[in-house]
């Protein structure tokens, strides 16, 4: 017998998720492109940056499951992808009009992803509303396969565009894609949920993190999710400088080593379910980690011979390992995690991990302007041996 037909409304979240995400990784990529090609910016400035587009994560996301947990997830996610659109509205305009400055690039960034942290908080909470617990699984192998397409296509269509129409206009693309998104999220139906139960913030926060912090199958996942997010952008954010001025790369290669990342993903999220069936979830859980020390390594490899090829295959590790990460550990924090803390710890998970990336970003940005870009090169290599090792040793 065929398994059951993911549901309408779960279908059309699949596609504004896309959108989103393509929109997002159009903003990632070409921000630090143009920083380096048309403002002028080093790997301070770089670093700088990236600490601005991700510092919504560490401030925002407790609050934004919180939300989550309490109001209407389809008016939240409509909410958070139209912020992400007056962002990137806003940057176009600016572009065209010769105001465009690392300093307005770098707030409005900040400003996009804050809609980024609501975004993410909210639609796996909402996947669990729309999706029956057998299909979950599935659900969120579609999802993450949407992503995996966005990361693909993405950086090297972002790469590509920067280096051909130019800085403003492909943020004007990207806003098109956030306004397809909210677009498809007007037309879902959130199925009801019963009235959240007065409690105090502290109280809320404090319950959502114990359960998080002292489940056995949680913490460490945890825990190693944050030493691979701030390893990854203590890489990213010296990645373009050092791609311009060591590897001797164009905007368009830029892109497309980095689309490497997506082709990894597209693939993970296309072999997952396969994977699942025939290997021990546990072997599962660790080929992220293994994954992404191993491009740890090929990257820095990248410092005695400069070579693109090499770059791009460090990318193409650190999405293919990481998606059968993402798709397997999303599917047991929602089947672990009761229904009415679901918005919380999705929160406490996101807020510990992407909240290291404003961190990364800092040290790699500072790093870079004092000791080389070769140095960051290296401590990430140490933060992802850390990583793989924390879950190897885990049960």
Do not use: K
Not at 1 to 10: C, D, E, K
Not at 74 to 79: E, M, T
Not at 196 to 224: K, S
Not at 333 to 343: K, M
């Amino acid at each position: 017998m065929s398994a059951s037909p993911l549901p309408a409304a779960f279908r059309r979240l699949a596609l504004a998720n896309l959108a989103a995400q393509s929109a997002e990784q159009f903003a990632i990529v070409a921000a630090p492109i143009v920083a380096v090609l048309a403002l002028g910016a080093g790997s301070g400035g770089t670093g700088l940056l990236q600490a601005a587009q991700t510092l919504p994560f560490l401030l925002l996301s407790i609050p934004a499951g919180l939300f989550a947990d309490r109001f209407s997830r389809r008016r939240l996610l409509i909410a958070a992808e139209s912020l992400r659109l007056a962002s990137l509205a806003a940057i176009l305009a600016l572009g065209l009009t010769g105001g465009l400055t690392l300093p307005w690039l770098a707030a409005l960034g900040f400003a996009g992803a804050c809609g980024t942290v609501g975004f993410s908080v909210t639609a796996p909470s909402l996947v669990q509303g729309l999706v029956a617990h057998a299909q979950r699984a599935s659900a969120n192998g579609r999802i993450e396969l949407a992503r995996g397409v966005a990361f693909l296509a993405g950086p090297a269509l972002a790469g590509a565009l920067v280096g051909w129409i130019g800085g403003a206009p492909t943020f004007g693309i990207a806003a098109i894609l956030s306004a397809a998104a909210v677009v498809l999220l007007r037309g879902i139906e959130e199925p009801a949920r019963p009235p959240a139960a007065p409690r105090r913030l502290r109280d809320e926060l404090r319950v959502g993190a114990e359960f998080t912090l002292r489940h056995r199958l949680l913490r460490p996942l945890l825990i190693t999710a944050v030493f691979f997010n701030l390893a990854y952008f203590i890489l990213l954010a010296v990645y373009a400088p050092y791609a311009v001025h060591h590897l001797g790369m164009t905007s368009g290669q830029i892109g497309l080593t980095m689309a490497a990342n997506g082709a990894g993903l597209l693939l993970g999220a296309l072999l997952g379910a396969r994977v699942l069936r025939h290997l021990r979830f546990g072997t599962v859980v660790a080929i992220g980690p293994l994954c992404g020390f191993a491009a740890a390594l090929v990257m820095a490899a990248t410092i005695l011979v400069p070579s693109p090829w090499l770059a791009g295959a460090a990318f193409f590790l650190i999405g293919a390992g990481p998606m059968l990460w993402t798709i397997s550990t999303t599917t047991l924090r929602q089947s672990v995690t009761p229904p009415e803390l679901l918005g919380r710890t999705s929160a406490i998970v996101l807020v510990a991990t992407q909240g290291a990336r404003p961190l990364g970003a800092a040290l790699g940005g500072l790093i870079g302007s004092r000791w080389g870009i070769d140095a960051c090169l290296i401590l990430a290599t140490i933060g992802f041996a850390i990583q793989a090792g924390t879950i190897l040793a885990s049960s």
